[in-house]
């Protein structure tokens, strides 16, 4: 049984680049969330994808956006890249109507802006 | 105030040493409550579920104080390879299907 899988698995971008990163979730999750995580701290919720629709966001400008397909996987597309953007990007996948159990995340993409 | 917060440590402690770490959460319609782990460089694995009545896997034991808004975890008999970050996640029921992080508690074991 897959876990969460992502690619690329590391990126290095330039400033004002975009980039697209990509997520295939668990096997019977339907619902996708993504997470930022700068070095030393918590991964900090960019958004959640459910049903192929944007269900919440957290704090992240417009520059964040993202997609859900029809067989769940998800993208994250970061545009204007900036130099703050530089962070490891977790996906996590679960079952909506689960509330019991916790996330299951894939092992990331770590980008580096330069 | 941040919806989860943490003592950030670290917590260096011997081999079968015993340490406790603590976590406090702001909205009080939380409702699912987790510890999980992150080694270095390495996504976060999921430790174990908080229960209301206080649950226990092996050396690991975690409480909820609901009335304090509080959550901890217990190691005991701590090993070397308990080294590791320790992340306090809250699943409020008011925010839809949103995990809220601490920013993780930091533990080396020394030998």
């Known amino acids: 049984d897959a876990g969460v899988t992502q690619s690329p698995t590391h990126l290095i971008k330039t400033r004002g680049q975009q980039v697209t990163l990509r997520c295939s979730p668990k096997?019977?999750?339907?619902?996708v969330s993504w997470y930022q995580q700068a070095l030393g701290q918590g991964p900090q919720f960019i958004f959640q994808?459910?049903?192929?629709?944007?269900?919440q966001r957290g704090n992240f400008p417009d520059r964040f956006s993202g997609h859900q397909f029809p067989n769940y996987s998800s993208e994250l597309n970061v545009n204007a890249l900036l130099l703050g953007d530089s962070a490891l990007y977790l996906c996590?996948?679960?079952?909506?109507?689960?509330?019991?159990?916790?996330?299951?995340f894939g092992s990331g993409t770590r980008l580096t802006v330069v | 105030r941040k919806e989860v917060e943490q003592d950030p440590g670290p917590f260096n402690v011997p081999e079968g040493a015993t340490v406790a770490f603590n976590c406090t959460y702001s909205?009080?319609?939380?409702?699912?409550f987790f510890w999980y782990r992150q080694d270095c460089r390495k996504e976060p694995k999921l430790l174990m579920s908080v229960y209301s009545s206080g649950n226990e896997d092996g050396r690991f034991t975690a409480q909820l104080n609901r009335a304090s808004q509080y959550i901890s975890l217990l190691i005991r008999d701590s090993k070397l390879s308990d080294s590791a970050t320790y992340l306090c996640v809250v699943r409020p029921s008011n925010t839809g299907n949103q995990f809220y992080f601490g920013t993780g508690t930091s533990l080396t074991v020394i030998p």
């Open positions: 909205n009080s319609a939380s409702q699912s």
């Open positions: 994808y459910y049903e192929e629709e944007e269900r």
């Open positions: 096997s019977g999750h339907d619902t």
């Open positions: 996590a996948s679960n079952l909506r109507r689960d509330r019991t159990y916790g996330y299951t």
